[in-house]
């Protein structure tokens, strides 16, 4: 069974710092396209950025450009999300993703076959 833990988030002042972690157990995490996804008041799961299994294509919401960085470590099991210059609109819970079909899009959540718990990140302006 594949396992997806996230930890990181917080309550952090606007124009601060998050990194989000997830850690990836049960399953040929080199393989897995990963990506994060997040959920505000909206109640839509919103895509904020993905990557490939090789960690060299990489993809992002245009919000989040230039300010966030998605990697992945593939000896650790581990995928990574660095958030910078964060405001109140990014205030949200934060999912992480693991995708085993290289031919959809990864953009769509409903294509995902395993999801994390989610972190909260709450941005304060």
């Given at each position: ?117 989610g972190t909260q990140v709450t941005v304060?302006?």
């Amino acid at each position: 069974q594949v396992q997806l833990v996230e930890s990181g988030g917080g309550l952090v002042q606007a124009g601060g710092s998050l990194r989000l972690s997830c850690a990836v157990s049960g399953g040929t995490f080199s393989t897995f396209r990963m990506a994060w996804f997040r959920q505000g008041t909206g109640n839509v799961r919103e895509f904020v950025a993905a990557v490939s299994p090789s960690g060299l294509v990489i993809s992002y919401e245009d919000s989040v450009k230039g300010r966030f960085t998605i990697s992945r470590d593939n000896a650790k099991n581990a995928v990574s999300l660095q958030m910078n210059s964060l405001t109140a609109e990014d205030t949200a819970v934060y999912y992480c993703a693991a995708l085993s079909n290289r031919y959809v899009s990864p953009r769509d959540s409903a294509n995902y076959n395993y999801w994390g718990y989610g972190t909260q990140v709450t941005v304060s302006s």
